[in-house]
């Protein structure tokens, strides 16, 4: 059902479906099926003459994608203007914001807040929160509360569109339908305030024509769109299950190291979880002994039979316990990848695993620039730089009492000599070698800064947490003194949102790009370097699938088709054709 207004009167529309209890056999939708605001079914597409028109709505385009006429590859001169867009341009809120005000209103105590409180808390007074007076969220209630100053609209009936039945909608179809008719007063009376607020604020006609043109955008596809949706889909899932497979494996090969303790002597499993819990037996049943049956034991020790022996071993399972253990001897850190055998989605060995899991790029043995990546409470991922002197010989209890720093050291580059302790002559062959790299990454423009810092006997102010004797040949977002690893000094992964970020997942689609030009690499060999491959080829269709497979697509007829394309040498008659209007 749908309902519009003009400045003469009101309309309301209702689908066949609706008022006719009928049974559709194909699930495609067609043209029939949808809201005709300016043909009727005699004429359809050939209607004579296209009128100009402007339609105004809230989030327009999905309702937009509901009207028949948008679908004619030839038609309409309708445009449509979308008050959440004007006020998106005049009063809306950044992505940062709408976290940050969501959790103001509901009282949460986000990290985001938290964080905010603390930055003004040492800052310059209390935090301030005006700009929330300023704008508002996006939904149809809350622009029309800020700009009309009225009361919230009543969304209630909304939900019997969403999780009702049909019968439902037809036993409330006057409140439905005055639901609808309120809200098309509501975006009125927003679109009468936010119009000359938009010409104000952007008074160039180019703005306009922008949003107008914007929002008459359609997709044609044919038969291949439902082929591309099931190909990517079938491609994705057997990309899943090879990395799976590929991580899996990985982390079978880590759980051997087990044995000798050889774990220990590796610079990213040292620190997971390798404590194992022994298999447990039930104490035997001491049976009471009698003459008679010392009298027997004598004679079946002496005629015991391969039988007996057998019967012995099966009476043991009396001693095994009532609830089996979950996986006893293998290190805590790889049972939490596995499902126990009474779960329903359980697989043999540590199915759980993924890219997402926090031991995923510990078992990759990734590195950020040719030094292992460590996970840190406090400061998320980071990675270790050797060769630090100050701490070695520390055996607190500190996080990083057993780290194998010969190991780190063996797999990591040796530093490069200090250019404050050398000559005149040694500084100028080394400004020379710098000179002739064929390469200058983001490495060699760390290292000049550095260089001009020392020549210039500059000083950094360090943050607090921040060690300011770090290592001379490396620059980034650290170190950080708290975390004590001996031997090392600690970095964070840079966070796209500044230092004061941490990044979860060293393999979220943020670093893809490190991934790509090589700033994240592996040193688990071939399988690693195809995990990597993998994750990157499904990063796109995992982020993308969801709204993908959700646009509406309307198949169209062949009277439905102008006469340019049906009379094509190329146009297949029992092919597919259709559109899609973005929503």
Not at 171 to 193: G, P, W
Not at 249 to 272: M, Q, V
Not at 546 to 565: F, G
Request: one cysteine or more; a neutral charge.
């Amino acid at each position: 059902m749908a309902t519009a207004a003009c400045p003469s009167a009101w309309y309301s529309w209702c689908s066949d479906r609706l008022l006719e209890d009928k049974y559709k056999w194909s699930p495609r939708i067609s043209l029939d099926d949808l809201i005709p605001m300016e043909t009727t079914r005699k004429l359809g597409r050939h209607t004579p003459d296209w009128k100009e028109r402007v339609i105004v709505g809230h989030n327009v385009g999905f309702d937009r994608s509901f009207i028949k006429e948008q679908y004619y590859i030839k038609g309409p001169k309708t445009r449509f203007i979308d008050t959440m867009s004007l006020h998106i341009a005049t009063s809306g809120f950044t992505g940062s914001q709408r976290v940050l005000w969501n959790a103001k209103k509901s009282g949460s105590q986000r990290k985001e807040i938290v964080e905010m409180m603390t930055k003004k808390k040492f800052g310059s007074g209390s935090p301030t929160w005006d700009w929330m007076k300023e704008g508002t969220m996006n939904n149809l209630s809350d622009v029309y509360q800020h700009h009309c100053e009225g009361e919230p609209l009543a969304k209630e009936k909304r939900e019997t569109f969403i999780k009702g039945s049909m019968d439902d909608v037809r036993e409330n179809f006057q409140e439905l339908m005055t639901y609808c008719a309120s809200d098309v007063v509501a975006t009125h009376q927003v679109f009468q305030k936010l119009w000359p607020v938009f010409f104000e604020r952007f008074p160039h006609p180019v703005t306009l024509a922008g949003m107008l043109e914007m929002g008459s955008t359609y997709f044609h596809v044919n038969y291949n769109w439902e082929k591309y949706i099931l190909n990517s889909e079938d491609t994705y899932n057997d990309l899943q299950r090879e990395l799976t497979l590929l991580l899996k494996k990985l982390a079978n090969e880590a759980c051997e190291l087990l044995h000798d303790d050889r774990y220990k002597e590796d610079p990213w499993l040292w620190d997971l979880d390798w404590s194992t819990r022994d298999f447990r037996l039930k104490k035997p049943v001491k049976e009471k002994k009698s003459k008679k049956n010392n009298d027997l034991e004598l004679e079946s020790d002496k005629e015991e039979t391969e039988e007996d022996r057998v019967n012995k071993v099966l009476h043991t399972a009396e001693r095994l316990p009532k609830v089996k253990m979950h996986l006893p001897g293998y290190p805590a850190w790889y049972r939490d990848l596995c499902y126990k055998m009474r779960e329903e989605d359980w697989a043999p060995g540590p199915s759980k695993i993924s890219t997402q899991v926090r031991v995923a790029p510990k078992l990759l043995r990734l590195t950020w620039d040719g030094y292992p990546v460590h996970y840190s409470e406090t400061h998320g991922w980071g990675y270790l730089v050797p060769w630090r002197e100050d701490n070695i010989g520390e055996n607190d209890d500190s996080e990083g009492a057993q780290f194998p720093t010969g190991s780190l050291q063996s797999i990591c580059p040796q530093p490069p000599p200090n250019p404050s302790s050398l000559s005149l002559q040694e500084r100028d062959k080394l400004m020379a070698e710098i000179i002739k790299m064929e390469r200058f990454g983001e490495d060699s423009q760390k290292l000049w800064a550095k260089w001009h810092a020392i020549m210039k006997r500059e000083e950094q102010k360090p943050k607090t947490t921040k060690d300011e004797n770090g290592p001379w040949w490396h620059t980034g977002d650290g170190p950080y003194n708290d975390v004590n690893i001996p031997g090392c000094w600690f970095f964070k992964i840079p966070h796209k949102d500044g230092d004061n970020k941490r990044v979860g997942n060293p393999l979220a689609k943020d670093n893809l790009s490190k991934i790509e030009d090589g700033t994240i690499k592996s040193q688990s060999g071939d399988h690693a370097v195809r995990v990597l491959t993998l994750s990157k080829m499904c990063s796109y269709w995992k982020m993308n699938r969801e709204r993908i497979s959700k646009q509406m697509v309307v198949w169209l007829n062949k009277t439905d088709l102008p006469r340019t394309v049906t009379r094509n040498p190329d146009y297949d008659g029992d092919g597919l054709y259709g559109t899609i209007i973005p929503r």
